[in-house]
């Protein structure tokens, strides 16, 4: 059922490529076999021997006692989250105390303020205040400074988490701008948590170690069913607040069993994963390229493995819909993206699975459409 190449062919019997998202990777042979022998337990007892060794492998690259591996990453962000809110704050000045709700300031563009579902409402009982970074790239300690609510005025939900995100829309957060972020939040009182979803393509991208960015926030969301190429799963790696956690995951359904195939195939991917993204970033970059030479506009810069198109004036230019470009690219092609978003932008990314002759291919698209 896993096998990629079967996957990738469509009736022509042409080699169909995806370049939706990191997230549609199939399990390469070698995790398929790690995964068929993996020792497994019962993981709600903590009894399963690849999950504790999942969860011990990261906590150390991240620099962290401990980690947990659940099911997705927004789980990972809402028990990341709640379990901060559910902690007493850094420091409570006695004057100013208030009860929940609180408020999880973040970038307006992260994934957790608007595609989790609105579950921070719902399960963290507590509002978010969507930042602008000002340099239009990544937040900085005065974009939080000049924009969170502080307790003390009746009128706010008090601030008591910033959540970051790195890579944000492919886009790299600088290791001394968290560090930064970091020092100012301890200074205010807030908890950070980090969704570092595509952290590891932060890291390979500029050569930072992960447990350097780790000690910029208290709590942090790993994915590994993306870049890292894992068929399910992510990772959170929190420091004071693992039994918390632990106990959420349990109350959202989230408390699995036999799950050391799924953290198996994960550890098996960990091994090998820098070199692949390496290439993913390079073919990026030849993509953006190809894309510029072709007269598409680059919508934002290439970091890491993104690539960020304006496509506004094709669907114009044609009269086409979305879905009618997405449309085209398969049936013209064999490529699967996204079309083109409310913002007028067409999002490609790179992964493991795109080869170099496929970015030739996606340029040639791109070409012939901007003709
Ligand atoms: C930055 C970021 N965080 C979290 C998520 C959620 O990941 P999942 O699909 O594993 O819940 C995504 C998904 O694309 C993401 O891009």
Redesign the pocket.
């Known amino acids: 059922m896993y096998r990629a190449r079967t996957l990738h062919r469509i009736a022509s019997g042409r080699r169909v490529f995806d370049l939706r998202?990191d997230?549609v990777t199939k399990p390469t042979e070698a995790m398929i076999r790690e995964m068929a022998k993996a020792e497994v337990g019962d993981d709600v007892y903590g009894e399963d021997p690849s999950v504790n060794a999942l969860e011990d492998r990261v906590a150390q690259i991240m620099g962290k006692e401990k980690a947990l591996f659940c099911?997705?990453?927004?789980?990972c962000?809402i028990l990341s989250i709640t379990s901060l809110l559910a902690i007493p704050p850094r420091s409570l000045p006695s004057t100013s105390f208030h009860g929940p709700p609180y408020s999880v300031a973040c970038d307006y563009r992260?994934?957790?303020y608007l595609?989790?579902a609105g579950n921070l409402a719902t399960f963290g009982h507590a509002t978010t205040i969507p930042l602008r970074p000002r340099n239009g790239l990544y937040l900085n300690h005065e974009d939080i400074a000049q924009q969170v609510w502080r307790p003390g005025d009746v009128h706010v939900a008090p601030t008591r988490v910033i959540s970051l995100?790195n890579?944000?829309d492919g886009l790299i957060m600088p290791l001394k701008t968290m560090q930064r972020m970091y020092q100012q939040a301890r200074e205010q009182g807030h908890w950070v948590h980090l969704?570092g979803?595509?952290l590891w393509n932060s890291s390979v991208a500029t050569g930072t170690p992960m447990a350097q960015y780790g000690h910029c926030a208290d709590t942090i969301?790993l994915?590994l069913?993306?870049g890292i190429g894992a068929p399910i799963g992510?990772i959170l790696a929190p420091q004071k607040t693992i039994e918390q956690a632990r106990h959420y995951r349990k109350l959202l359904g989230g408390g699995w069993r036999q799950a050391g195939g799924l953290a198996a195939a994960a550890t098996r991917a960990l091994l090998d994963y820098h070199e692949r993204m390496s290439r993913d970033h390079h073919h990026a970059q030849l993509l953006g390229k190809g894309a510029v030479e072709a007269g598409w506009k680059l919508a934002l810069p290439i970091h890491t493995n993104m690539v960020w198109m304006e496509g506004k004036h094709i669907l114009q230019g044609r009269g086409w819909t979305s879905k009618a470009l997405e449309d085209h690219f398969l049936k013209q092609w064999g490529i699967r993206v996204n079309g083109v978003d409310a913002q007028g932008q067409m999002r490609c990314v790179l992964h493991h699975q795109v080869r170099l002759e496929d970015v030739q291919v996606m340029i040639r698209a791109l070409a012939d459409l901007s003709k």
């Open positions: 998202s997230t099911a997705s990453a927004t789980m962000n992260s994934h957790l595609w989790e995100e890579t944000l969704d979803a595509r969301t994915c069913s993306k992510a």
